[in-house]
């Protein structure tokens, strides 16, 4: 009979966190610069809300949401990153799920966001209910897909 290993479940922990707390921010770029490479820009982290992901107390992702440019009500998922080994766990779904949680109470209708040569994150965009489509005037690279959910308020 072949023996069975028993894996702990993985505990994970969404908080939002105060961006202006500088250990905070320290700990947001360093997320970003593990997550994102060079790959994209370091976001203005005091703009909008911030949240971070840990396991047993050890950061493993973050996730943002700004006020977006396309008008009252929208907000714009700035970023969602989640350290390469701890991919597969769904952590990308389960942030966006606690960022559309604060953003109903707080009065948007819609969140959008953007891909770019990222199918894992078009497809959890897919799985959460976002949709595609093309914003009058594109805010991201030529090959970028946009997102965008109504969530009601």
Request: charged residues 25%; positive net charge; aromatic residues 12%.
């Amino acid at each position: 009979m072949a023996s069975q290993i028993l894996r702990r479940p993985r505990r994970f922990r969404i908080n939002e966190v105060d961006a202006y707390d500088p250990d905070i921010m320290e700990v947001l770029k360093d997320l970003h610069a593990r997550t994102f490479l060079d790959r994209a820009p370091l976001p203005d982290f005091e703009i909008g809300h911030w949240w971070i992901t840990t396991e047993t107390g050890r950061p493993t992702a973050f996730a943002g949401l700004i006020p977006s440019a396309l008008g009252d009500g929208i907000g714009y998922l700035s970023r969602v990153g989640v350290l390469r080994e701890r991919c597969g766990y769904g952590l990308q779904r389960r942030m966006i799920r606690a960022i559309e949680q604060r953003a109903r109470p707080s009065g948007l209708y819609c969140i959008v966001s953007d891909t770019t040569d990222n199918i894992v994150s078009a497809n959890n965009f897919i799985r959460c209910g976002y949709s595609l489509f093309q914003p009058v005037q594109p805010w991201a690279w030529g090959n970028s897909l946009y997102w965008r959910k109504m969530i009601g308020a």
